[in-house]
């Protein structure tokens, strides 16, 4: 990193800003998912299949108030690299400072916090828009195509990012509801130590789950992720939601990538590199008590649960 990177990283991002204006709308790829669904893989795996740039430690923990700097300086190194960082992750961490990031102070920066996220922060920040439009037209403009950002909390800001970048697509990667809470509560115990205490966004109506169970907390989570997206990718015009499972994902990664890539209106006919087969994750267990929980809760309304249900490839 050169002295000018280091200490005025403003000054660098108003020389891409000038260098690279990109186009008046502004475009992203968007990831979205729910906690422990399979999101941090897909994203480590469509960053490398489509060689779009995306938003890396290195942009999160240096320049997370100019963004485009640390994107533009990870995007050139990893191009640059003969053996590209491997797909390894713990609970959406990545390692190392090229590789893919949730980029949670970036989105701070830009769209705030708080909770229930889906209300206090589901969209741009007043004097944010202009940033993050001239930041996401730069990256396209110097790279060829648009950036590829995951992040929990955008679940609850489709339609305020959708409207911001407004050539922007959406990817929304699925897992088995079950599958994925288990997976949560699993995850609370180890991140948080607590089994109450959530470890991303928080839904409209956190207070109310609070005072569930730690199993139907994780459930009713998946629920209200998927009941917001589903929501949310109704309303998108026809080329700028796709969705996919990560069981089918794991299954087949060249497949489903293929068929996202022919169902997104910016993706369309780009290049695409092959993929390794993945393994499926480890099987989670649970305490007695948390599994009892678990099944009566799925049991009071087996129907509600059905459509959140992987049934299958195909």
Same mark, same amino acid.
């Given at each position: 990193?050169?002295?000018?990177?280091?200490?005025?990283?403003?000054?660098?991002?108003?020389?891409?800003?000038?260098?690279?204006?990109?186009?008046? /709308? =502004? *475009?992203?790829?968007?990831? $979205?998912? &729910?906690?422990?669904?399979?999101?941090?893989?897909?994203?480590? @795996?469509? +960053?490398?299949?489509?060689?779009?740039?995306?938003?890396?430690?290195?942009?999160?923990?240096?320049?997370?108030?100019?963004?485009?700097?640390?994107?533009?300086?990870?995007?050139?190194?990893?191009?640059?690299?003969?053996?590209?960082?491997?797909?390894?992750?713990?609970?959406?961490?990545?390692?190392?400072?090229?590789?893919?990031?949730?980029?949670?102070?970036?989105?701070?920066?830009?769209?705030?916090?708080?909770?229930?996220?889906?209300?206090?922060?589901?969209?741009?920040?007043?004097?944010?828009?202009?940033?993050?439009?001239?930041?996401?037209?730069?990256? /396209? =403009? *110097?790279?060829?195509?648009? $950036?590829? &950002?995951?992040?929990?909390?955008?679940?609850?800001?489709?339609? @305020?990012? +959708?409207?911001?970048?407004?050539?922007?697509?959406?990817?929304?990667?699925?897992?088995?509801?079950?599958?994925?809470?288990?997976?949560?509560?699993?995850?609370?115990?180890?991140?948080?130590?607590?089994?109450?205490?959530?470890?991303?966004?928080?839904?409209?109506?956190?207070?109310?789950?609070?005072?569930?169970?730690?199993?139907?907390?994780?459930?009713?989570?998946?629920?209200?992720?998927?009941?917001?997206?589903?929501?949310?990718?109704?309303?998108?015009?026809?080329?700028?939601?796709?969705?996919?499972?990560?069981?089918?994902?794991?299954?087949?990664?060249?497949?489903?990538?293929?068929?996202?890539?022919?169902?997104?209106?910016?993706?369309?006919?780009?290049?695409?590199?092959?993929?390794?087969?993945?393994?499926?994750?480890?099987?989670?267990?649970?305490?007695?008590?948390?599994?009892?929980?678990?099944?009566?809760?799925?049991?009071?309304?087996?129907?509600?649960?059905?459509?959140?249900?992987?049934?299958?490839?195909?």
């Amino acid at each position: 990193m050169n002295q000018t990177f280091q200490d005025n990283p403003a000054q660098v991002e108003a020389e891409l800003f000038a260098a690279h204006p990109g186009p008046s /709308e =502004a *475009a992203c790829v968007f990831i $979205l998912g &729910a906690p422990r669904t399979g999101s941090t893989l897909f994203y480590q @795996a469509f +960053a490398r299949a489509l060689g779009l740039a995306c938003i890396s430690n290195r942009a999160n923990a240096e320049t997370p108030l100019h963004p485009a700097v640390g994107i533009l300086a990870s995007y050139r190194a990893r191009r640059a690299e003969s053996m590209p960082e491997g797909f390894e992750s713990r609970f959406g961490k990545t390692e190392g400072r090229n590789a893919p990031s949730e980029g949670s102070a970036i989105f701070a920066n830009w769209c705030g916090g708080g909770h229930p996220s889906e209300e206090v922060s589901a969209g741009l920040l007043p004097g944010r828009s202009v940033h993050f439009r001239r930041t996401l037209s730069c990256i /396209e =403009a *110097a790279t060829g195509g648009p $950036l590829l &950002a995951k992040n929990a909390w955008n679940c609850f800001r489709v339609k @305020a990012l +959708a409207e911001a970048a407004p050539r922007s697509a959406f990817i929304w990667i699925r897992r088995d509801a079950a599958a994925a809470a288990v997976s949560d509560l699993a995850a609370r115990y180890t991140v948080q130590g607590d089994p109450r205490t959530w470890n991303s966004a928080t839904p409209r109506n956190v207070e109310a789950l609070r005072q569930l169970s730690p199993a139907a907390q994780v459930l009713e989570n998946q629920f209200e992720f998927s009941r917001a997206v589903s929501e949310a990718g109704d309303r998108l015009a026809p080329g700028r939601f796709a969705s996919l499972w990560y069981e089918d994902f794991l299954d087949a990664p060249d497949a489903e990538v293929e068929r996202i890539v022919s169902n997104l209106s910016i993706l369309r006919g780009r290049l695409r590199a092959g993929l390794p087969q993945f393994s499926a994750p480890r099987p989670v267990s649970l305490s007695e008590e948390d599994q009892r929980d678990f099944d009566a809760h799925l049991a009071r309304d087996p129907a509600r649960w059905a459509g959140l249900a992987w049934r299958g490839r195909g």
